[in-house]
């Protein structure tokens, strides 16, 4: 069988704000147990792309303390400043602010604010708000959003240079509970669209990824794995199937049964 990046079938890149990535897969530095554990399960994720907490870890904020860029350096992963915990607007612009002088000029940044301390919904009217904001102030955003079609279009017009509909709650491991929406956001994108959210095993982030999203943002589940390095790998896996997939392109489903074999001209 002939593997799915040989040069027979090459891998078509991710493109966000005019920087091509190999991976699809971008993968959370949070709930791991320490920085060791969180570079390698990285490293097995094969992510090019990590997002780090800006108001929870150390990226140089806190001096003397242990810098997650110590194990994930900027030369060799693109870092994305999120704006966790946010519950503003103002909070989310604050924050990457913070990033980008943190980061010596960095505008990428992951754009969510949260409805309520319960759920992590994405409380949608302040992120078109903190959205608008900072596209104006010259930052590149991926923008963390709810499963609404209309909304992700509002966020692209906006400028936003990916969105990213939840697939179920953060953290909740629900997998993707409305393929329609997912489907109806797909078709109608120009922009990178990357499930954010609720993945909670390698069978998820393939379906996200046969339904033709560009891509899979994921932490809890692989940090809260039994083996968070070991479900990274599964990951890596899973995303570069369900993309080789879409791209193949399955079979109609059918009521009745079709033979594998065919039947016509048989000796009888």
Known sequence: MTAPHSPQFPAEPLVI??????????TGT????????????TEAAGAQIVTVAIRRSNIGQNPGEPNLLDVLPPDRYTILPNTAGCYTADDAVRTCRLARELLDGHTLVKLEVLGDQKTLYPDVVQTLAAAELLVKDGFDVMVYTSDDPILAKRLEEIGCVAVMPLAAPIGSGLGVQNKYNLLEIVENARVPIIVDAGVGT???AAIAMELGCDGVLMNTAIAGAKDPVLMAHAMKLAVDAGRAAFKAGRIPRKRFASASSPVD???G
């Open 17 to 26: 704000a005019g920087k091509a990535y190999a991976s699809r897969l971008l």
């Open 30 to 41: 949070g709930k791991f147990t320490d920085l060791e554990q969180t570079r390698l399960a």
């Open 202 to 204: 390698a069978s998820d």
């Open 265 to 267: 001209g048989l000796i």
